[in-house]
């Protein structure tokens, strides 16, 4: 299966939930003010945010003025490029090795297999990789990530549980550095509850990477689970304002109708989506494509 069946599988339950709003507003409207007014309403309940519903909306009208031409193809055809449009506004992430990929989010978002996969992808694309096990506080946490590890056939660097994380990161700084390793990512613990504490740690964990490894350009990617919808933006926010964040690994796309929301990520934070989870297996992850979305989402 190719890269765009499988974006439009996984978002199909949120393509089934707009088109089908979309198609009774054809045969509801003419395509006038109540037309857009309605198709606001449908960005809106699809999980798109208030602001970038209706900046979709006028951008949209403000091609079809210019065409001059009201049917449903071309309103569909201009729907599509205003949506990619809307995606392009958070400017792709460019790798550039040796890497360091620090990978951050709250519990159970599914961060420990998307860096499984994430590993896996690299492997593919003939790089060497080690996996940091930083993530000291959940128990069983690094023997979960040592079977990801096993998988991908990359190294892993760990200690045991209750260890410092930033003790680790060290570990796996100095040994990517000797090994000249071309991806070193990094795990971390997602404990919202103790949020002060935990973004101290990622901010200790950074300083450490930013001093012992200097010739490594740094990453931090979240990963969010695309079944929260709109809720996942406040994550974002929270983790971009303690230690920034430079990408998204989107999980759970297939199992959810809320697929629509990345483009408020994209709108309203500038951050861009960088890999999609697309299955449960280790080679079930693609990078994000703004057009291949676009396209599966209508």
Known sequence: MGLFSKIKEALQKTKT?????????????????????????VLISSDICVDTAETIVDELHEKMRSEKVADKEVVIKNLKLTLKEILDKAAPVEIK??????????NGVGKTTSIGKLANYYVKNRKNVTIAAADTFRAAASDQLSVWAERAGVRIIKQGEGSDPSAVVFDAVASARSRNTDVLIIDTAGRLHVKANLMEELNKMSRIVGRDYPEATYYKYIVLDATTGQNALSQVELFN??????????????????????????????????????????????????????????
Do not use: C, Q, W
């Not at 090795?97 to 709250?106: D, E, F, L, T």
């Not at 709108?267 to 693609?286: L, S």
């Open 17 to 41: 939930a707009i088109s089908s709003k979309i198609s009774a507003l054809f045969t509801r409207d003419r395509i006038g003010d109540d037309f857009y007014e309605d198709l606001t309403d």
């Open 241 to 298: 304002e303690a230690v920034g964040i430079d990408g998204i690994i989107l999980t759970k796309l297939d199992g959810s109708a809320k697929g629509g929301f990345v483009l408020s990520l994209a709108d309203r934070m500038g951050i861009p989506v960088t890999f999609v989870g697309v299955g449960e297996g280790i080679d079930d992850i693609e990078e994000f494509d703004s057009e291949n979305f676009s396209e599966a989402l209508i």
């Open 97 to 106: 090795y040796p890497a360091v990929i620090m990978v951050i989010g709250v």
